[in-house]
């Protein structure tokens, strides 16, 4: 759980474009943590939910990143 701050380790195995993504439950997105081209390496990708000016309630949500034509997703839960 949550408390609004997440913090999005990731390990590219080579250099591309890279998004990390909050979806909901039903997949649509919620907000965008990071997009663009990334080296190869270790990652590291915060997001503070109050940035979003209020508009992502607390919930169960995906962080889903996508990279060189793979997808990873963990579960996350934002508390109130």
Known sequence: PSAGRIAVDFVLPRAGEASVRLLDLQ???????????????????????SS????IPAGLYFVELRSNGATLSRRVALAP
Do not use: C, F, P
């Not at 997949?27 to 939910?49: M, N, P």
């Not at 979003?52 to 508009?55: A, D, E």
């Open 52 to 55: 979003s000016g209020g508009r």
């Open 27 to 49: 997949g649509r997105v919620a907000a965008t943590l990071a997009s663009g081209t990334r080296g190869a390496g270790r990652h590291r990708v915060t997001w503070d939910a």
